[in-house]
């Protein structure tokens, strides 16, 4: 099993940055890619930013292309997610993800979630 712990939410104005950081613990040397989530009030959970073992290849959604950067140290178990330019829009619980390969099948871990307000 795998267990994710984010935290760095909080309320900043637009604008304004914030870094998100999760830290995974359990069965993490089979942990396979990382990612970012978020879920507005009353809207689905989308995907934010992904990125693989290595610690390459990162994925972004378009609206946070240019301001949101993830990264990964393997060496801590942790997922960052560096949060610049801060708009109201990107107001919503933030997650953190991690997959795992079990008996040839994907297996998703999440974390409780980080409130991230961006007041105009």
């Known amino acids: 099993q795998v267990q994710l712990v984010e935290s760095g939410g909080g309320l900043v104005q637009a604008g304004g940055s914030l870094r998100l950081s999760c830290v995974a613990s359990?069965?993490?040397?089979?942990?396979?890619?990382m990612a970012w989530f978020r879920q507005a009030p009353g809207k689905g959970r989308d995907s934010v930013a992904a990125?693989?073992?290595?610690?390459?290849?990162?994925v972004y959604t378009d609206s946070v292309k240019g301001r949101f950067t993830i990264s990964r140290d393997n060496a801590k178990s942790t997922v960052y997610l560096q949060m610049n330019s801060l708009k109201p829009e990107d107001t919503a619980v933030y997650y953190c993800?991690?997959?795992?390969?079990?008996?040839?099948?994907?297996?998703?871990?999440w974390g409780q979630g980080t409130q991230v307000t961006v007041s105009s």
């Open positions: 993800n991690a997959d795992r390969i079990v008996a040839g099948r994907r297996v998703d871990y």
């Open positions: 990125i693989d073992r290595s610690g390459g290849n990162p």
């Open positions: 359990g069965l993490t040397s089979s942990i396979h890619a």
